[in-house]
């Protein structure tokens, strides 16, 4: 089986920062893309960041310059560090992970439980 743990959520002034934490586990033989989405009360989950195996980027139009994604591949982690934010930025920030199952050949998407993140203005 395997687990996706986010972490690193709360309760933040607008302009200041937080970094989101994104680890995977389990019977993982390899990690494809992997992404942030987030679900604001009221709308559809949206595509925040991603970052493939190979480091190449993807942003929503309304993080990038101030969202960064980053991973680390011997830990299985992926990170978002978000500076600058806004109240629009409220929401539960969902991780997801693209990933191959040791034993088996196909690609499957597993999502975490999902992290509170709130911008107060």
Not at 9 to 22: E, M, P
């Amino acid at each position: 089986q395997v687990q996706v743990v986010e972490s690193g959520g709360g309760l933040v002034q607008a302009g200041g920062s937080l970094r989101l934490s994104c680890a995977a586990s389990g019977s993982i033989f390899s990690i494809n893309t992997m992404g942030w989405y987030r679900e604001a009360p009221g709308k559809q989950r949206e595509l925040v960041a991603t970052i493939t195996s190979g480091d190449s980027t993807n942003y929503a139009d309304s993080v990038k310059g101030r969202f960064t994604i980053s991973r680390d591949n011997a830990k299985n982690t992926v990170y978002l560090q978000m500076n600058s934010l806004k109240p629009e930025d409220t929401a539960v920030y969902y991780c997801k992970a693209n990933l191959v199952l040791s034993g088996q050949y196909v690609h499957r998407n597993y999502w975490g439980q999902g992290t509170q993140v709130t911008v107060s203005s």
